[in-house]
């Protein structure tokens, strides 16, 4: 599959706000800083398109990224970002449920995992709730360019044991600096939304 166009359409809150064409959707999830803004740019060879920054925190509402005008993908905001209060925790939490329980266009999850480090608490508290609402999410490790590609296998190894991820779904090692993993997460997402 080939980007050919991506464009920005909404940053939403609440379900009303969000895009009413019907396209299908794969929604990115992943702890702040984890890399999901730079992957949209990377995918869409655009620079800019997606906000992202070196502190935390920076996607704080759903947005949505229309791509070839047929589909979309959800930046959604990051979790385990250890300063923000109660409130925004919460109302985080809302918008996340909201939007992964109830959004019948949402056809994949895309989980997105630091190759580096082993899941965080976080990442498989994430991962259960994922489960018990069954919602099947694909995992892609990311920021490859900062570990030798030699030690891949070991670091997939982990985040595989770690969330439980069985041994028929891939992990999809992703560098949005090199490229590297790009084409097969460009597959992902076709498969995704197209079947
Ligand atoms: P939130 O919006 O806070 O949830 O974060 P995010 O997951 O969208 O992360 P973002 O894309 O903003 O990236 C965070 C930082 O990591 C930025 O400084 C990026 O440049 C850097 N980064 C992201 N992906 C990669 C990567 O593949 N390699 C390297 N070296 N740095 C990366
Ligand atoms: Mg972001």
């Given amino acids: 599959m080939k980007i050919k166009e ?9 379900g009303e706000q969000y895009p009413e064409d019907n396209f299908p959707e794969v929604a990115l999830v992943g702890r702040s800083n984890v890399g999901k803004s730079s992957l949209i740019n990377k ?3 655009r620079r800019h ?3 992202t920054s070196s502190t935390p925190g920076k996607t704080q509402t759903l947005n949505f990224y229309r791509i070839n005008q047929a589909a979309y993908i ?3 905001p990051g979790y385990g970002y250890a300063s923000v209060s109660k409130t925004q925790r919460a109302s985080w939490g809302s918008m996340m449920e ?3 329980k109830k959004r019948p266009q949402l056809r994949g999850v895309i989980q ?6 082993p899941p965080s ?3 498989i508290a994430m991962r259960e709730w994922l489960n018990h609402f069954k919602i099947g999410a694909a995992v892609i490790a990311t920021k490859a360019d900062k570990i030798n590609r030699g030690q891949y296998p070991k670091h997939v190894k982990q985040i595989r044991q770690d969330l439980g991820i069985p041994k028929e779904i891939p992990i999809i090692v992703f560098s949005a600096e090199t490229g590297h993993g790009k084409e ?3 597959d992902l997402l076709d498969y995704f939304w197209n079947g």
């Fill in 6 to 14: 991506a464009e920005f359409v909404i940053s939403a809150v609440k």
């Fill in 43 to 45: 995918l869409c060879n």
């Fill in 112 to 117: 997105l995992i630091d190759i580096r480090h």
């Fill in 121 to 123: 608490k976080d990442d």
């Fill in 49 to 51: 398109l997606a906000r």
């Fill in 184 to 186: 097969d997460v460009l």
């Fill in 98 to 100: 909201h939007y992964l």
């Fill in 74 to 76: 959800v930046d959604l």
